[in-house]
């Protein structure tokens, strides 16, 4: 068993190695922090914190610093995850609410969050393929051109520009956005997309090449994105801490491009008593990204769908203002979203 004091020890050394990226010794433990104690207590502490293989030296010098189980301990037991300030959560009230749309909240989601923690920032998008349909609507943007917009009832928005062989007759332009509404309004995404088969017999033969080409688009609109994905910001924060990976940092690139393997990632981590799940180097091995941390809080479209924000990095970062960012962030889109 590792004493309190120890545990303390391990805490100094995390904070002042994530600061200084420099191995921590005893000394200087004792110059920076106040325990009360000699140099040579501390460095029986950190024997008893090596030994539980939760620090270790890089190299032959006296400074320790964490390991992954040192981190993961940290992360359950020790650290301290505070409120953000008032200043930064009036920037992300103020960032995210002027957003014009939902992929634009997304958008600005991973931006701010890349900014707060200089990490990479992502987003999951809610899957369509729970949503329902809210509303379509066609607009003529020229006698031969319309836009089809297909709403959903989780605030997403899917548009397409319709190109026609012949000018569009307005009267049945609105017959057909009258009867698109009427038998596909309310659908979940699978059901709109099995409807839509059917639909073009079903009009007067004179509007079916109208009808034909607008059902084409909105089958695709229907199935575009019906699989989660992400929305990425920061990369440019990995290259500037590629000296804490031990490699390249280009496997970690591609894995995190690779959108499926970090979903099914998403899917494997719970949330703990502070609504954000961590997951901690040679945990995130199975997929590539064994030199990496990852931490997730999950946010609620408005008709409850569930979500996940969050930020990948090196082992090596401020988990407890990462933490309080990734938990505000979310926090403050599931308030924005339910306000519509």
């Not at 501390?42 to 890089?58: H, S």
């Amino acid at each position: 068993m590792v004493s309190e004091r120890s545990l303390a020890v391990l805490r100094a050394i995390v904070h002042d190695y994530v600061a200084s990226r420099e191995p921590v010794g005893s000394k200087a433990i004792v110059e920076r922090h106040s325990f009360g104690v000699s140099a040579a207590t501390i460095r029986n502490d950190m024997a008893l914190l090596e030994e539980e293989e939760l620090i270790a030296a890089p190299h032959t010098s006296s400074g320790r610093i964490p390991t992954d189980k040192g981190y993961r301990l940290f992360v359950d037991r020790l650290t301290d995850v505070k409120p953000l300030s008032v200043a930064q959560r009036h920037a992300i009230e103020t960032f995210l609410g002027a957003s014009a749309d939902f992929d634009d909240v997304l958008g600005r989601t991973v931006r701010l969050l890349s900014q707060l923690t200089h990490q990479v920032a992502l987003v999951q998008y809610p899957s369509l393929s729970r949503a329902r349909v809210r509303h379509i609507e066609l607009v003529g943007l020229s006698d031969t051109r319309l836009l089809s917009v297909l709403i959903t009832d989780n605030g997403r928005v899917e548009q397409r520009v319709i190109e026609l062989a012949a000018p569009v007759d307005e009267v049945q332009l609105a017959e057909l956005r009258m009867r698109l509404n009427g038998v596909l309004g309310g659908l979940a995404m699978p059901d709109a997309a099995e409807r839509l088969t059917g639909l073009v017999d079903d009009v007067a033969p004179d509007a079916r090449p109208l009808a034909e080409v607008i059902v084409h688009a909105l089958g695709e609109q229907v199935l575009a994105h019906r699989q989660d994905r992400l929305v990425m910001a920061g990369a440019a924060n990995l290259v500037r801490t590629e000296s804490d990976f031990s490699g390249s940092i280009f496997p970690v690139m591609e894995a995190i491009e690779e959108q499926v393997v970090l979903l099914r990632l998403f899917g494997e981590m719970a949330a703990d008593q502070n609504a954000v799940s961590v997951s901690i180097g040679r945990e995130n091995a199975p997929f590539g990204l064994g030199e990496t941390s990852i931490m997730l809080s999950g946010y609620s479209a408005s008709q409850g769908d569930i979500a996940s924000v969050g930020l990948l990095g090196p082992t090596r970062m401020d988990y407890s203002n990462n933490m309080a960012a990734v938990r505000a962030v979310a926090r403050y889109l599931s308030k924005l979203l339910a306000e519509g």
